[in-house]
């Protein structure tokens, strides 16, 4: 098996394949899993071959990404975004991490921001990362204790009031 920190190197690097030669899919209308299929390649690239066999699939064991060897041993599993990552990913993502997948993170490509939105999953806490396009680095921003809203990451996301206008007659 994999360790984390070689799962995470692989990851760092695949992300910045993905910024320098695929970044033209997070234009695409509804190319999740165009993203999804171009991360897997750069990932299958990239990984340094554990001594067990491992299939890198996409859409597949809850996740878009997943590296695995098809039976119980889940490597590395991603869940992809081109928005922030909503409540109900972020639950696919610690579902994953309780399944005892090894390295679990959320990618959120923000295609306006100079960074992408990485969340990966421990066992107890969340820790968020800016992976800046324009130095193909990553910085640690906080990290958030699971089952706490408290000290939670805030994204400055507005909630929208939607109300429902009253029917004009004659309309």
Same mark, same amino acid.
């Given at each position: 098996?994999?360790?984390?920190?070689?799962?995470?190197?692989?990851? @760092?690097?695949?992300?910045?394949?993905?910024?320098?030669?695929?970044?033209?899919?997070? *234009?695409?209308? @509804?190319?999740?899993?165009?993203?999804?299929?171009?991360?897997?390649?750069?990932?299958?690239? *990239?990984?340094?071959?554990?001594?067990?066999?491992?299939? +890198?699939? +996409?859409?597949?064991?809850?996740?878009? /990404? !997943?590296?695995?060897? =098809?039976?119980?041993?889940?490597?590395?599993?991603? !869940?992809?975004?081109?928005?922030?990552?909503?409540?109900?990913?972020?639950?696919?993502?610690?579902?994953?991490?309780?399944?005892?997948? *090894?390295?679990?993170?959320?990618?959120?490509?923000?295609?306006?921001?100079? $960074?992408?939105?990485? $969340?990966? !999953? =421990?066992?107890?806490?969340?820790?968020? $990362?800016? $992976?800046?396009?324009? *130095?193909?680095?990553? /910085?640690?921003?906080?990290? =958030?204790?699971?089952?706490?809203?408290?000290?939670?990451?805030?994204?400055?996301?507005?909630?929208?009031?939607?109300? =429902?206008?009253?029917?004009?007659?004659?309309?």
């Amino acid at each position: 098996m994999a360790s984390e920190p070689a799962l995470f190197e692989t990851l @760092k690097a695949s992300i910045k394949k993905f910024v320098e030669e695929d970044s033209i899919l997070l *234009t695409w209308p @509804k190319a999740k899993a165009s993203i999804a299929h171009a991360l897997a390649t750069h990932l299958g690239l *990239t990984i340094t071959h554990p001594s067990q066999p491992l299939h +890198i699939d +996409i859409m597949t064991a809850g996740a878009d /990404v !997943v590296i695995h060897d =098809r039976g119980d041993n889940l490597w590395l599993a991603l !869940v992809i975004s081109t928005t922030y990552l909503t409540a109900s990913q972020q639950e696919q993502l610690r579902s994953l991490k309780e399944r005892g997948c *090894t390295l679990v993170f959320g990618i959120a490509f923000l295609k306006e921001k100079e $960074y992408h939105l990485l $969340y990966r !999953v =421990r066992r107890d806490a969340v820790d968020y $990362y800016h $992976y800046r396009k324009g *130095t193909h680095t990553v /910085v640690r921003l906080r990290e =958030r204790d699971q089952g706490s809203d408290e000290g939670q990451l805030l994204l400055g996301i507005s909630a929208k009031k939607r109300g =429902r206008r009253a029917a004009t007659p004659g309309r």
